[in-house]
Nanobody, 125 residues
Framework: QVQLVESGGDSVQAGGSLRLSCAASGYTWSTFSGAWFRQAPGKEREGVAGLAKGGNTAYADSVKGRFTISRDNAKNTLYLQMSGLKPEDTAMYYC???????????????????WGQGAQVTVSS
């Protein structure tokens, strides 16, 4: 059974840092591209960062230079290191596996599946 479990969400002040983790079971991250998405209240889910199985990365303009996506193959875990957090980063963050239908770096929700339950990130000013 394929399952993704996010962790690491928390409440922080603006300028702070957090690292989100996404543990996978049922498959290995090294053989799939993966991504982080987020959804703020009243807004659509948006792609934040993607990591190809070959190691290339892609980021939304809003987080470039502040967020870093990475993977630990030994732990079979996908990470999102977030620094310089802003109140507008407040959202539920989800990880997902690329399933096809387009290019992974477009970070379109429809290209991804196996969504986790989410991790809440709240940034206060």
């Amino acid at each position: 059974q394929v399952q993704l479990v996010e962790s690491g969400g928390d409440s922080v002040q603006a300028g702070g840092s957090l690292r989100l983790s996404c543990a996978a079971s049922g498959y290995t991250w090294s053989t799939f591209s993966g991504a982080w998405f987020r959804q703020a209240p009243g807004k659509e889910r948006e792609g934040v960062a993607g990591l190809a199985k070959g190691g290339n990365t892609a980021y939304a303009d809003s987080v470039k230079g502040r967020f870093t996506i990475s993977r630990d193959n030994a732990k079979n875990t996908l990470y999102l290191q977030m620094s310089g957090l802003k109140p507008e980063d407040t959202a539920m963050y989800y990880c997902a596996r690329y399933r096809g239908g387009g290019t992974w770096y477009e970070l379109r929700e429809s290209y991804y599946s196996d969504w986790g339950q989410g991790a809440q990130v709240t940034v206060s000013s």
